[in-house]
């Protein structure tokens, strides 16, 4: 009979994976090793084991409870707008804050999302999804899930600027802004999360919400 989890089981779960996506981005995730994963969490290898069998079990489930998180954002600003009858810009505006105020606390997990998914399985795996669907493509899948719901956000929120010809730039100048914070974007410096999501609002309002 397996051994019941501990109640705090999840609890440790996501504070391995923390540290976890912290060890990816000090030493690469090639580089790093389970024995690092275990000394930088306290604990021993085989303590490690007992959470996740492989380093790249780590790194899915670190991946996997992202970007379902990114994708919840995504649904909570939609009901959040229907609630407050926000204008579509003004929905736009909250995701961008959203998504930000995420990355503050979650920079080392997007850097592992943006960096390390090359690194998952690409076998075909039936307990993911039916059809059966590999770690790399489910996660890959969400990504563009991300892409196709903020292009659908700026489309509703500029439609006179926005066309079939350069709706994937735009969408992808806005996400180059936001998703890439990580490597310069310091707690504590000379400008805040929140600061600089709202610089983003303004460049796109004087941007794409002028007149051509």
């Known amino acids: 009979m397996a051994r019941p989890k501990s109640a705090t089981h999840d609890i440790k779960r996501d504070a391995i994976l923390d540290?976890?996506?912290?060890?990816?981005?000090?030493?690469?995730?090639?580089?790093?090793s389970m024995n690092e994963i275990a000394t930088a969490c306290g604990t021993s290898k085989a303590r490690l084991y007992h959470y996740y069998d492989s380093k790249e079990a780590i790194l899915f489930d670190l991946l996997d409870r992202h970007t379902q998180r990114l994708l919840a954002l995504i649904a909570q600003t939609e009901a959040h707008a229907q609630r407050k009858n926000l204008d579509e810009r003004a929905t736009l505006h909250a995701l961008v804050r959203a998504f930000l105020q995420e990355y503050e606390t979650s920079a080392t997990r997007h850097a592992a999302l943006l960096n390390d998914t090359q690194f998952l399985s690409d076998a075909p795996n039936p307990d993911?999804?039916?059809?059966p669907v590999s770690p790399r493509d489910l996660i890959l899948n969400r990504q563009r899930d991300i892409v196709a719901a903020m292009t659908r956000f700026m489309k509703r929120a500029y439609p006179e600027r926005l066309t079939p010809a350069n709706q994937t730039a735009l969408t992808m100048m806005l996400l180059g802004m936001i998703n890439w914070?990580?490597?310069?974007?310091?707690?504590?410096?000379?400008?805040?999360?929140?600061?600089?999501?709202?610089?983003?609002?303004?460049?796109l309002e004087k941007g794409l919400g002028q007149p051509q």
């Open 128 to 131: 993911l999804a039916a059809p």
């Open 19 to 32: 540290i976890a996506a912290q060890c990816f981005a000090k030493f690469s995730y090639p580089a790093a």
């Open 181 to 203: 914070t990580f490597t310069w974007l310091r707690p504590g410096g000379p400008i805040s999360y929140a600061a600089f999501a709202e610089e983003v609002i303004a460049m």
